[in-house]
């Protein structure tokens, strides 16, 4: 058994459900302060995060990710327990075994076996992991940045371990992330009864018109580096249950993954724009989670776009696709951040699962990306 395969199980067999840690960053920790990291738990409320260092100078790699997963669903559902690794036909299942937890072993693996052929070299290696990435992400990552700006601490390169290949391991990374604005909207209404209309206001009939313009309007075109910004209703309510009572109110939620083509002021702009034309009562409460990322071309991606050539001889696709990731905390610092890790066919799905050929491969790209920064 590889020293990446038996890591990646020992962190699956802890349900480390959001924001409950569940001990990895304590396994993982043990390992990083034999090969002499710096190591610094931060607690913020209920999140644990790592930060763990190595070394003193520039330039600074960080490898980044979290331990933390969402939860399994039916537990009947999944073919084995979904805490209890199992192999079976090549494959690795377990909740985690993709998002993300063979990536942060391929990552201390790695460093492992890269420090032991590099004792000595310029430079620092860190460790940022949290336990609430697939959270409210508060008091995850971000809290962590912010502490690392406060002393002055800067990331030159961030590697983060999400699961971002499609078919086979190092084919694509993500090399930026389209931003996240949610809003909760409600409309007002009258309600009444279903036989007499005309005494009452249905929320559900007035807000169609502005439904229809909401779905069907073209925000932006996007750009060379991500697609056009999409709205997307994902809850939508009204009424008490009974078919004879017109509805006093509609409550319904919806979110913007947004390009740099549009900014968030925009389009909050023209949401109000579209709800006033179209003469509604409404309350609207936004939730901005994540402004949009992009790391230009330079050192950190020609580096890993050689390092996957060298390892697999594949020619990278660079993608800014998916959903947000914890690199939005991390890009605005200045840092040069990629997104590197296995296949993302099964993320948070059930029976998640990953190749375990492509763990040792994921492995030996982060080592050799260190070879090549340092």
Partial sequence: MSPTLALTQDL?????????DAGCQELISQRLKKLGFNIEPMRFNQ???LWARRGTESPLIVFAGHTDVVPPGPLDAWTTPPFEPQIRDGLLYGRGAADMKSGLAAMV??????????SHFTGSIAFLITSDEEGISIDGTKRVVETLMQRNEKIDYCIIGEATSNNLTGDQIRVGRRGSL????????KQGHVAFPHLAKNPIHLVAPALQELTTTTWDEGNDYFPPTTFQISNLHAGTGANNVIPGHLEMQFNFRFSTAVTVEELQQRVTTILEKNKLE???QWNYSGQPFLTQQGKLIH???QAIQDITGLDTVLSTGGGTSDGRFI???????????????SVHQINEHVRVADLDILTKIYERVLELLF
């Avoid at 699956?12 to 409950?20: A, E, G, N, W």
């Avoid at 693996?109 to 590099?118: D, G, H, P, T």
């Fill in 303 to 305: 580096t890993v776009q």
């Fill in 47 to 49: 999140v644990d995060n």
């Fill in 282 to 284: 409404f309350d609207l």
């Fill in 182 to 189: 949610s809003g909760k909207l409600k409309i007002f209404g």
């Fill in 109 to 118: 693996i790695a460093v492992e076996n890269f420090l032991q052929k590099n």
């Fill in 12 to 20: 699956i067999s802890r349900p480390s459900i959001t924001p409950d």
């Fill in 331 to 345: 890009a605005p610092t200045g840092t040069e951040v990629i997104e590197l890790g296995p296949c993302n066919a």
